[in-house]
């Protein structure tokens, strides 16, 4: 190359020879430069097909299969826990008493979709929220129960209800709040949604409500002959707000592994004779034995009265 360039130095460097190279290199530059332009334009193609399938929304589903969305997902709650003896469709449609299990398996599938007259029985059955299965608005146990002051005001509902149980639901801190729950059947639970402190954090009507709840334990336990009916449950804070708010089924803390805990029963004990006081504060902790002396001293405040 080298000689060939020394023979033939007089031809290349002029103009003639200058002008031929400088064609032949701007040509070879244009066949590199269009080649990256068009393997830059296919990746942006490329690019731009990939982004479109990612941009391609999932099917929207139907308001029936919403629904039947919900129902199944009342099915799954119902046997959340439950290793053995779990509901089935079949069990429940035999429990609503229809003619045919597929009545309500074709709702389950999404198939049929469901009268406002069937979804009104399916709830009043089960204690769904009836909005929420509806409408997805809520959650799917919410209660609509009217929220009362008093414990001792839901003395008639309780009776009215004729539980198969009634569990004083509280929570583990020091604040203690504590709600009603009542077991109407296997299947069905009612919420009654207001809660009361069980601890020192309370003001003059926290006091009222504290003798309150102690005097409903009183009247279910004693004068109604419920003790064997009455249960207590304590929980953390997540479980807590979860079961209070309807986001689960009760069942999940009341059957599968239920571990009582006899709260309410040493809450009435508030002159400490029963041979267990001593565990009281270690138990449930310095807040319970400060409820205790209110509900005490509230008790002796009305005698004064």
């Known amino acids: 190359m080298l000689n060939y360039i020394m023979e033939n130095k007089d031809w290349l460097f002029s103009g003639a020879g200058v002008t031929v190279i400088t064609l032949v290199l701007s040509l070879l530059f244009k066949r590199k430069s269009s080649a990256k332009l068009d393997a830059s334009l296919n990746q942006q193609v490329d690019l731009k097909e990939a982004g479109s399938f990612q941009s391609v929304s999932p099917k929207e589903l139907t308001e029936v299969e919403k629904v039947a969305e919900r ?25 609503m008493k229809l003619h045919k299990i597929s ?20 709830c009043k059955t089960f204690g769904v929220c009836k909005e929420w299965l509806i409408e997805g608005k809520g ?22 209800a ?18 009603i729950l009542l077991k109407v059947s296997k299947w069905k639970y009612l919420i009654l949604r207001r809660t009361w402190h069980i601890s020192d954090a309370v ?5 009222r409500q504290l003798y309150s709840f102690y005097s409903l334990i009183k009247e279910l336990r004693d004068k109604r002959r419920l003790h ?12 807590f707000n979860s079961l209070l708010c309807g986001q689960k089924f009760p069942g999940k803390y009341t059957d599968a592994g239920f571990s009582e805990d006899p709260w309410w029963d040493d809450l009435t004990d508030i002159n400490h004779k029963y041979p267990i006081a001593e565990n009281y504060e270690q138990w449930h ?21």
């Open 71 to 95: 129902f199944r997902t009342i099915l799954e709650l119902m046997n959340e826990g439950r290793s053995y003896s779990q509901f089935t469709i079949p069990q429940l449609a035999q429990i």
């Open 103 to 122: 009545e309500l398996e074709n709702v389950f599938t999404g198939r049929t979709e469901p009268s406002f007259t069937f979804i009104e029985d399916f």
């Open 139 to 160: 959650a799917p146990y919410s209660s609509d129960t009217p929220s009362k002051s008093d414990p001792m005001d839901y003395l008639s509902l309780i009776e009215e």
């Open 162 to 179: 004729n539980p198969e149980n009634i569990y004083f639901v509280r929570e583990n801190s020091d604040t203690a709040p504590a709600f």
């Open 203 to 207: 003001g003059a009507g926290g006091q």
């Open 228 to 239: 064997t009916s009455c249960w207590g449950l304590t929980l953390s804070k997540d479980e």
């Open 285 to 305: 902790g310095k807040s319970f034995i400060k409820a205790q002396e209110i509900i005490k001293w509230y008790m002796s405040e009305r005698k004064a009265s």
